[in-house]
């Protein structure tokens, strides 16, 4: 893919009502559909990844994620626009799938049996982050045997983004949903932050404070470089 350097902001999508309404369309006609959030970590990584930047503007729908990318948007584009995050969008993408009973194939972490046994989602397959990855092949042959075309795939960016390109390359027709460490939170492995802190703009602070070996630099070190970089945007109004 030819490296395009155009704002990640022309494609996003703001409105969170439009996020589930664009994945159960894509249900409903077969159609495929690759489908990520984008959160300030994304714009960052945005910038310096050219195959993470081409496959999301080739290949992907994203959308808003958390108080850096709506602080973001209203900034840029002085537009009018309620804060949401990923982790509100795909609790009610999972619970949308329990009513219907539409089942799934999970991609990422290690989560045996007895933990998704906690929840009623229909897991019709599950694939582990680590050794089932390695197994690149076998694992593309057990999605194509699978009666469900949802992968839902949570392994971080731009990880997930690129795996779920690469299975939409041998395996068309298919809606892959990346949810990041989403999976960690819905089955209770990890601890999510308060509710008062979700779209406050201080949740990093929750989830750096209990997770600062994994997280210290996407947030000390990010938050800075994003905020330079918002500001040039703002002045520049370039990328």
């Known amino acids: 893919m030819e490296d395009k350097l155009i704002s990640p902001l022309e494609s996003l999508i703001i409105h969170k009502s439009e996020v589930q309404g664009l994945l159960f369309a894509a249900l409903?006609?077969?159609?495929e559909l690759l489908l990520t959030y984008f959160n300030q970590n994304c714009f960052n990584v945005w910038f310096e990844n050219i195959a993470y930047r081409n496959i999301l503007g080739e290949k992907f729908s994203y959308y808003l994620d958390g108080f850096g990318m709506w602080a973001t948007v209203k900034i840029i584009d002085n537009a009018k626009i309620r804060k949401f995050n990923a982790s509100e969008?795909?609790?009610?993408?999972?619970?949308?799938?329990?009513?219907?009973?539409?089942?799934?194939?999970?991609i990422g972490a290690n989560f045996p049996k007895s933990i998704r046994?906690?929840?009623?989602?229909?897991?019709?397959?599950?694939?582990?982050?680590?050794?089932?990855l390695q197994n690149y092949d076998e694992m593309i042959n057990r999605i194509n045997d699978c009666s469900s075309k949802i992968v839902i795939i949570g392994l971080g960016v731009p990880l997930q983004e690129e795996l779920a390109?690469?299975?939409?390359?041998?395996?068309?027709?298919?809606?892959?949903?990346?949810?990041g460490n989403f999976l960690e939170f819905y089955y209770?492995?990890?601890?999510?932050?308060?509710?008062?802190?979700?779209?406050?703009?201080?949740?990093w602070a929750f989830r750096l404070i209990t997770e600062p070996k994994r997280l210290w630099r996407r947030y000390i070190l990010g938050i800075p470089v994003f905020i330079?970089?918002?500001?040039?945007?703002?002045?520049?109004?370039?990328?």
Do not use: W
């Not at 969008?89 to 999970?106: A, H, K, T």
């Open 165 to 179: 390109y690469k299975i939409s390359q041998r395996i068309p027709g298919l809606q892959i949903l990346c949810v």
């Open 89 to 106: 969008v795909n609790e009610e993408i999972f619970g949308e799938f329990i009513r219907r009973q539409i089942p799934v194939i999970l």
């Open 188 to 203: 209770g492995t990890i601890k999510r932050a308060p509710r008062i802190f979700h779209n406050s703009g201080f949740e």
């Open 228 to 239: 330079i970089r918002l500001i040039k945007m703002k002045i520049t109004k370039e990328i």
């Open 28 to 31: 409903k006609t077969k159609r």
């Open 117 to 132: 046994d906690r929840k009623p989602l229909d897991v019709e397959k599950y694939f582990n982050g680590y050794e089932d």
